[in-house]
């Protein structure tokens, strides 16, 4: 697996997390949601994600993206 679709596949894996626990545990659990799509437009702009960059220490191949 490529770094970009780790990233992609950890980004989809935290925004179904964030909507399951908003929808059992407590509706405040939106903000995580928020969190995760204000990092995800960030790194779109600017390129740095903390995601790639710990998924790029754990050794996998870069992609075209990061």
Do not use: E
Not at 33 to 41: C, K, P
């Amino acid at each position: 697996m490529s770094l970009d679709r780790a990233v992609l596949a950890f980004a989809g894996v935290m925004v179904l997390l964030s909507v399951l626990l908003t929808a059992f545990v407590h509706p405040y659990f939106v903000w995580f949601t928020v969190f995760i799509g204000a990092n995800m437009l960030q790194s779109a702009f600017t390129g740095f994600c903390p995601a790639a960059m710990i998924f790029k220490k754990l050794g996998l191949r870069p992609g075209c993206a990061f």
